[in-house]
């Protein structure tokens, strides 16, 4: 099994130097570590909803998962080999880096870090909370990464929705930010109150920057309650956009609204299901009233 997994990490490496080489393929020489930057993030999106889409289907298939994180894969590696072509570190070096911390950062399996209870200590992290509390506790004691604030080390490039989401966990973490659930949906129902207020009275130009003060808070405060019930707010969001797709695509199948009347997508969408549901109804009404006369008719000759 190790073998094959090597040859097949070796062969990848072999292609991608082949790639690169002075005589190898034209695209791939012009590229750098910041021009592929767009390439690696659409790869990852990708292979983030091949996984989603897979986890929802009825009937699973793998194929789709397993070619996007081949492309994810292929841009990890060629970008650390354009840094190795550069002499700063090479794709070794990376594997052996990651391995090297995957060890350190799980004394509770491993046994290879000083300070820590080992596999065989009854006190071993065992968890999934300790597990993730020893993490950070190593990477602060071990490795000596103790930022200033707990919101100094989220990328500013992370997506708004995922930044604020890992913002409030690192805030909650350090016990800076814990708001209670009645708090949060005051505070949701509070916000909400005044947007509605600024649309009932949309003359009012000067509402505008009010209007994105508020939709701030109260998206902040959805975060807030999306952590409070054990949901990720982000992957909630793709699974609605996708449901929103979803309901568009039938929508624009109702001949009745496709024409551009507007009207609220999930209405729309349940109207034909909600008439076919009428629709059986009634059919089933009559067949009981039918059954019902026939039984009593049958009842009244048998007398």
Same mark, same amino acid.
């Given at each position: ?6 040859? =097949? ?15 190898g393929?034209?695209?791939?020489? =012009?590229? !750098? ?10 790869? !990852?999106?990708e ?5 989603l ?6 009937h ?6 397993? #070619?996007?994180?081949?492309?994810? /894969?292929m ?8 840094y190795?072509?550069? %002499? ?13 911390? /995957? ?10 870090? $000083? %300070?820590?209870?080992g596999?065989? &200590?009854p ?6 909370? #300790?597990?993730?509390?020893?993490? $950070?506790?190593i990477? !602060? ?10 919101? $100094?080390g ?9 930044r604020a ?9 350090a ?32 509402a505008?920057?009010? =209007?994105?003060?508020?939709? %701030?808070?109260?998206? !902040? ?18 699974? =609605? &956009?996708a449901?929103?797709? +979803? ?9 009745a ?7 609220? /997508? ?17 059919? +089933? ?16 000759? /048998?007398?």
């Amino acid at each position: 099994m190790m073998s094959t997994c090597a040859q =097949a990490f070796y062969r990848l490496y072999e292609i991608i130097v082949r790639l690169r080489a002075p005589d190898g393929c034209a695209w791939d020489l =012009a590229q !750098t570590p910041v021009s592929m930057c767009s390439s690696f993030l659409e790869e !990852t999106y990708e292979a983030l909803e091949a996984i989603l889409e897979e986890g929802e289907a009825q009937h699973s298939s793998y194929a789709h998962v397993q #070619e996007e994180l081949g492309d994810v /894969l292929m841009n990890v590696c060629m970008i650390a080999y354009m840094y190795e072509q550069r %002499g700063v570190f090479s794709l070794a070096d990376v594997v052996t880096a990651l391995t090297e911390k /995957l060890i350190r950062r799980h004394p509770h399996v491993f046994g290879q870090t $000083e %300070g820590f209870p080992g596999p065989e &200590n009854p006190k071993r992290a065992q968890t999934a909370q #300790e597990v993730f509390d020893q993490w $950070e506790r190593i990477k !602060t004691q071990v490795e000596r990464r103790r930022a200033a604030s707990p919101l $100094e080390g989220i990328p500013r490039t992370v997506p708004p929705l995922m930044r604020a989401s890992k913002m409030q966990k690192n805030a909650s973490r350090a016990r800076l930010f814990c708001p209670t659930r009645t708090e949060v949906v005051r505070e949701c129902a509070r916000t909400f109150r005044a947007l509605r207020a600024m649309s009932e009275n949309s003359a009012e130009q000067s509402a505008t920057q009010a =209007a994105h003060v508020a939709v %701030g808070a109260l998206l !902040t405060a959805v975060i807030s309650f999306a952590h409070l019930v054990g949901v990720d707010p982000v992957l909630a969001l793709i699974r =609605a &956009n996708a449901d929103f797709v +979803r309901r568009f695509s039938c929508a624009c199948s109702i001949p009745a609204i496709s024409g551009g009347t507007s009207v609220f /997508l999930s209405r729309a969408c349940h109207k034909p299901r909600r008439a076919r549901t009428r629709a059986s109804a009634v059919r +089933r009404r009559a067949r009981s009233r039918r059954l019902f006369f026939t039984r009593h008719k049958l009842g009244n000759m /048998l007398r």
